[in-house]
Every structure is written in structure tokens, then in C-alpha cells.
């Protein structure tokens, strides 16, 4: 995927296959539809810091391909508002954090004039950011108006029992076996927001390669005593 010339690497783990909906069904699905090339009206979503913002607007792009660009904005929002210039030619534009540049005066118009621009070609855009639109600090009024527009999603956390689970999809998209009362354990001796499990799991799955051992509670609480004494 051409993304600017920037080395805007998709995460390779981030792809809709790898993502437990939970109760996260309806924009999942509303996702899968428009990177399909499904004719709807786009979207903004927002939720809390690891509840999947990131991991879904990367799969959109990663299901639609060469038609989509994904732009992280907490990283280009200093390149400033000239990256969007030759953008509405693409059918999907996915903008991560973009309450990261609400209140800067030329963002704000440049992203208005952009989302005139894209919708205008045919094209739709899917939005992620902490909060709802009238919510995310806009001072151009009609920015905020034209972003009220799309259909919002609030990503809903996942309870205990769903923690588990993601972190077993997430352990067999790498080809790794997590049995229930290891990932249980995991949940009792890590943060339990899941971009924090993720990383255990990371750790794990390249400790296990090394020591060619299964993830076991016994194996699990070896590696993490062994962070404790480092």
C-alpha cells in the first residue's frame, strides 16, 4: 500500500481475523463491510486508550489494500495539514488520533476541506479518536458538524472472559497454543488492558522460542520473575 513515501508500517498482528469483536460485533462488521468496498458512509469510532482503535482502522486498510490509506495522525500531525493533498483520489481514508490536531486552526480547515473533497470523489472516510465528535475539541464548528455526520461507534471493553479469549486469538494467529488456565493467570499477574497483555504475550512467544518450552503457568511465572530480578 502506497502510504506517502512514509514508512507507515501496518502491524503485521493487526488484521480483522485477529480481533475479538466482543461486544464490538456491529462496528466490526460495519468495518469488514466498507473495506469490501461496501457503499455506506463511513464511520468515527473512539473508546478508551487499548481498547482496539488502532488494531481496527489498520485492518480496514489491510482488507482493503492499494483503495485505502491509513494516516496516524499522533505521528504526522507535525508534518502538518499537507499530507492530506492528493488524498481524496483514494475510496477509503482511515485518520487514527485525529483528535490529536483538534484546535489547531489549519488542520481544522484543511480536514474540512478534505472531507468535502473525499466525499465529493466517491470516497469515505473512517475516523478513530477518544471520544465522540462533539466531544474530541474542535473549534471549526462546521468540522465538528460534517464529522457528526458519520455514524459513531463507541468500542465497548472487554470483560474478563473476553480478555481471555482475545488473548488466545491472538495467540493462535501467531501459532501458539494458550491454554484457558494460562491466560487466566496471565490476567492475574499483568495490567489487564489488553495492549499491556499483548505485550506479555510478545515476551512470551519469543521466550518460549528460545527456551522450546509451552506456555504453562509454571513457564509464565518463570519469565516473569525473571523481569522482576533484571
Known amino acids: 500500500m502506497n502510504q506517502l513515501a512514509l514508512p507507515l508500517q501496518l502491524a503485521d498482528h493487526a488484521v480483522f481475523a485477529s480481533f475479538l469483536a466482543g461486544d464490538n460485533d456491529t462496528l466490526v462488521a460495519t468495518l469488514i463491510?466498507?473495506?469490501?468496498?461496501?457503499?455506506?458512509?463511513?464511520?468515527?469510532?473512539?473508546?478508551?486508550?487499548?481498547?482496539?482503535?488502532?488494531?481496527?482502522l489498520q485492518a480496514v486498510c489491510d482488507a482493503a489494500g492499494d483503495r485505502s490509506v491509513y494516516?496516524?495522525?499522533?505521528?504526522?500531525?507535525?508534518?502538518?495539514?499537507g499530507i492530506l493533498e492528493g488524498l481524496e483520489s483514494r475510496e477509503l481514508v482511515c485518520i487514527d488520533d485525529i483528535d490529536r490536531v483538534a484546535g489547531n486552526e489549519d488542520w481544522e480547515r484543511a480536514l474540512f476541506n478534505f472531507y468535502n473533497a473525499l466525499y465529493e470523489a466517491g470516497g469515505q472516510l473512517v475516523v478513530a479518536a477518544a471520544a465522540a465528535?462533539?466531544?474530541?475539541?474542535?473549534?471549526?464548528?462546521?468540522?465538528?458538524?460534517?464529522?457528526?455526520?458519520l455514524p459513531v461507534f463507541q468500542l465497548r471493553a472487554l470483560s474478563d472472559a473476553q480478555r481471555v479469549a482475545a488473548l488466545q486469538l491472538r495467540a493462535r494467529h501467531r501459532?501458539?497454543?494458550?491454554?484457558?488456565?494460562?491466560?487466566?493467570?496471565?490476567?492475574?499477574?499483568?495490567?489487564?488492558?489488553?495492549?499491556?497483555?499483548?505485550?506479555l504475550l510478545d515476551r512470551l512467544?519469543?521466550?518460549?522460542?528460545?527456551?522450546?518450552?509451552?506456555?504453562?503457568?509454571?513457564?509464565?511465572r518463570d519469565v516473569l520473575e525473571g523481569d522482576v530480578k533484571a
Open 33 to 56: 463491510d466498507l473495506s469490501a468496498g461496501d457503499s455506506g458512509q463511513g464511520c468515527w469510532l473512539w473508546g478508551a486508550a487499548a481498547t482496539g482503535r488502532t488494531h481496527l
Open 71 to 81: 494516516l496516524p495522525l499522533d505521528m504526522l500531525a507535525e508534518a502538518g495539514p
Open 133 to 149: 465528535p462533539r466531544e474530541s475539541g474542535f473549534s471549526l464548528a462546521d468540522l465538528a458538524s460534517r464529522m457528526s455526520k
Open 175 to 199: 501459532g501458539l497454543e494458550l491454554p484457558d488456565e494460562t491466560a487466566a493467570f496471565m490476567l492475574r499477574r499483568s495490567r489487564r488492558d489488553m495492549a499491556s497483555l499483548y505485550d
Open 205 to 220: 512467544d519469543l521466550e518460549a522460542l528460545k527456551a522450546k518450552r509451552r506456555l504453562t503457568i509454571p513457564f509464565v
